[in-house]
């Protein structure tokens, strides 16, 4: 267990470092059994250790004397909801996807253009969550009947989950859905070359359960 605690610290350094996350901003989990490890209340994502890490079980009782990121609730309710193919859960505040959760006209049955296949093989379909309160138990009623069917939310001017079978998938999602959105951004108004039907059957059909 130790070695997955320490990789959850060292992605969680990473993503400061790379601005993928700012000040206090963005929280990370990783469920072992039955108990989450969450990143702590109040505290960047640098500099952690596996001692300042958040332990509560799936009802959100506290096992250690640690105080979880405001957001457990969300988090309890994914893994609860999603099932065993979810252990491990990457929340971020990531400059290009709060942008797309911020826009009025997004439409939630498609929130971006289906420009690359990376988008489908790592992202999509991705749910779009409305608007509640940062930490509030709607919005983790909300984010745990998203998870039931989706691995990717956008939460509606707030940032994104990500949910994975381990931390490396979950972070893929969330760097790949930032990228996504940054072309969105440096390509709106142009005229794009969209996937047609056929090529994104294709992309599900080598690589199924993406």
Known sequence: ???VLEQLC???ES???RGYAFGSTGNLSVRVEDRVWVTP???PLRGLTPTQLAAVDLEGNSLND???SKEYPFHLGAYKNHGDACR???HLHS???VALSCLDEIDPERPLPSITPYYFMRVAPMAVVPYYRPGSAELGEAVGEAARDHKTLLLRNHGSICLGKNLSEAADRAEELEET???HFLLRGEKLRELSTDEIADIHFVFPGR
Do not use: N, Q
Request: aromatic residues 12%.
């Open 10 to 12: 060292d992605l969680a």
């Open 1 to 3: 267990m130790s070695d």
């Open 15 to 17: 993503f400061f470092t």
């Open 95 to 97: 400059t290009y996807t």
């Open 41 to 43: 209340t109040g505290k």
């Open 181 to 183: 959105a940054k072309l």
């Open 66 to 68: 640690r105080r979880p």
């Open 88 to 90: 491990a859960i990457v």
